[in-house]
């Protein structure tokens, strides 16, 4: 299975922005959804943001007009840019490969350590 290595996260005060990364133990060319999941304290994993190999994207209705998930191939590498955080993006941020941007399709990858988001004042 392919492997994710997270980061970028950090404390942010609410309204700040952060950048996250995460790299791929393989290429990423044959991964034809990459998206971006979190799982806040003594919640279930939710799944973010979504980006084919073709480029069309898919948000959670939470995160729309606020997150933006890009990717680069060629670097095996996909980033989720945050802006305006809120207190209710707190939370630990993984990436993972799946078979098709429907939501309800699971994740293929392994997972990786993930990466701690925090907004707080």
């Known amino acids: 299975q392919v492997q994710f290595v997270e980061s970028g996260g950090d404390l942010v005060q609410p309204g700040g922005s952060l950048r996250l990364s995460c790299e791929a133990s393989?290429?990423?060319?044959?991964?034809?959804?990459m998206s971006w999941y979190r799982q806040a304290p003594g919640k279930q994993r939710e799944l973010v943001a979504s980006?084919?190999?073709?480029?069309?994207?898919d948000y959670a209705d939470s995160v729309k007009g606020r997150f933006t998930i890009s990717r680069d191939s060629a670097k095996n590498a996909i980033w989720l840019q945050m802006n305006s955080l809120q207190p209710g993006d707190t939370a630990i941020y993984y990436c993972?490969?799946?078979?098709?941007?429907?939501?309800?399709?699971?994740?293929?990858?392994?997972w990786g350590q993930g990466t701690q988001v925090t907004v707080s004042s």
């Open positions: 993972n490969s799946r078979d098709g941007i429907r939501r309800g399709m699971p994740p293929t990858g392994s």
């Open positions: 393989e290429s990423t060319y044959s991964l034809y959804v």
């Open positions: 980006i084919t190999s073709f480029g069309v994207t």
